[in-house]
């Protein structure tokens, strides 16, 4: 927005009368307002950082980009997949009380799952980074925080 490019040097020059516009004032005033520009260039720099912070989601192709953007910003080899995941086999409801009675089709053994091993290996994705890329674990963990959705478990695989 347009609202907060200041430059000061030209807002001086346009503010100050044209019979005070010497170099010297000029140099005098630049000195002053140098605290506020310094100022200034902090607030834009973090006004960027949140602009870009808020444009990232819990989504996998936005946390693929903060991770790549942080971590390997020229190959960007850093990707996401998803958990493994069970087919659970359904016997019968608790309300129906029947009796237990499991017999495998065709003499193959039948695995049940419980409704953890169900869901998935513990994890509902994976994040790939591959072996040769250094970084400190407990950044990428921390990114990966801030930005997963809060009940979605994850584990860091070295490929």
């Given at each position: ?100 009675f499991i017999d495998g089709e065709g003499g193959e053994d039948l695995y049940l799952f419980t409704e953890q ?43």
């Open positions: 927005m347009k609202y907060f490019n200041i430059n000061y040097i030209r807002l001086i020059q346009q503010l100050l009368p044209v019979v005070f516009r010497k170099d010297l004032i000029m140099a005098f005033l630049r000195v002053l307002t140098s605290p506020i520009s310094r100022l200034h260039n902090l607030f834009m720099q973090n006004r960027s950082a949140n602009i870009y912070h808020l444009g990232i989601t819990g989504q996998i192709c936005y946390l693929e980009k903060v991770l790549n953007d942080r971590f390997d910003s020229s190959q960007r080899r850093i990707y996401i997949s998803n958990g493994n995941f069970f087919d659970q086999v359904y016997i019968f409801t608790q309300d129906e009380e029947l009796d237990l091993e169900s869901g998935s290996e513990s994890v509902d994705f994976i994040v790939n980074v591959p072996l040769d890329l250094q970084y400190n674990d407990a950044e990428m963990k921390a990114i990966i925080d801030m930005y997963k959705l809060a009940s979605k478990t994850y584990k860091i695989d070295k490929k």
